[in-house]
């Protein structure tokens, strides 16, 4: 076994069928998750899908059930650490069990909690919303991604996100589609600038987000025209008369500073120290990757004070 520093555990929640044993499997056969370490399988119920031995044998991976709340202890996972000496772990959890049980389960020695993933099946969403609240939205309190699959064209997504948002502020939200295809619900009310407005005005606390949401929706800033304050900065790939206009970001860590912005068409002379209002209209173009991207026209430029923030911070719509 290779050695580590951790061994990640990554936990799934939602009620039954509400897709964890499906979502487990597509990890298993990830290659860009999976690269054949010892993984460790522990279910907390059974569903409807099924874990497939010969999945299980070519994932490196060992299954381990439990039959109620009560063998689900600090103990147990001992012993199976020392049995499996796995590199990672997923924990299948029933939320019927209670995501406060997991407090007071302590985890054997280098096992760290990385991911709480909640799922939920958009065709009985609303119903247990009403029916059984608690027991659907405690394990959304807590996660770190809450997916909602199945989700069909008349999903309110941007309803329903507002819900979600307001439960877990940090969380990141996705909806499945019924063809597979993932969004994030956001509508254009959903984001705190004026969508509808001549020009668009992005305050220094909301650069993150517009930029991190033109990445995602690039065509609906199409034809916009937006003001906001960053750098211009040269770049020796970009052909005369273009520039990038971003605003340096702490993506992770402190280690880890990026540049985050937008290749730039105008006449502003590049300088990395000074700051610039930047009033620029939007095109969604073709990047040469093939992927859709964001490119401004510069519309004006005046010099501007540095924002109060050294870094631009990512908050959540």
């Not at 936990?11 to 509400?18: A, D, K």
């Not at 993933?117 to 770190?144: E, G, H, S, V």
Request: charged share 25%.
């Amino acid at each position: 076994m290779r050695e580590q520093s951790i061994v990640p555990v990554y936990m799934l929640t939602g009620f039954i069928e509400s897709g964890k044993t499906t979502m487990i499997r597509s990890m298993l056969t990830d290659e860009g998750f999976s690269d054949g370490q010892r993984t460790l399988i522990l279910c907390g119920e059974e569903g409807i899908e099924e874990y497939d031995d010969a999945l299980l044998k070519k994932a490196n991976a060992a299954l381990v059930s439990f039959d109620s709340a009560e063998e689900f202890t600090s103990l147990r996972l001992k012993q199976l650490a020392a049995e499996h000496k796995p590199e990672r772990v997923i924990i299948e959890f029933n939320s019927f069990w209670g995501i406060e049980m997991m407090a007071r389960v302590k985890m054997p020695p280098r096992w760290e909690l990385v991911q709480i993933i909640t799922l939920a099946d958009a065709t009985t969403f609303a119903n247990y919303m009403t029916n059984m609240r608690k027991q659907l939205t405690d394990p959304m309190k807590t996660a770190d991604l809450i997916l909602i699959n199945r989700c069909g064209a008349d999903f309110p997504k941007s309803s329903w996100r507002k819900q979600l948002r307001a439960l877990n502020p940090s969380a990141n939200i996705l909806f499945e589609n019924l063809d597979g295809t993932t969004e994030d619900g956001v509508s254009d009310e959903d984001l705190p600038y004026d969508m509808k407005a001549d020009v668009i005005e992005i305050t220094e606390e909301n650069f993150g987000i517009f930029y991190l949401d033109s990445m995602d929706h690039p065509a609906r800033y199409n034809g916009k025209t937006v003001r906001l304050v960053g750098q211009a900065f040269p770049d020796a790939s970009f052909p005369p008369g273009f520039y990038y206009f971003a605003r340096y970001a702490m993506t992770c860590c402190a280690n880890d500073i990026a540049k985050c912005g937008w290749v730039t068409k105008g006449t502003a002379k590049p300088d990395e120290k000074g700051f610039i209002t930047l009033t620029a209209v939007c095109q969604a173009v073709q990047s040469p990757e093939g992927q859709e991207a964001l490119l401004l026209h510069e519309k004006a430029v005046e010099r501007a004070k540095a924002p109060k923030e050294k870094y631009v911070t990512f908050g959540n719509v």
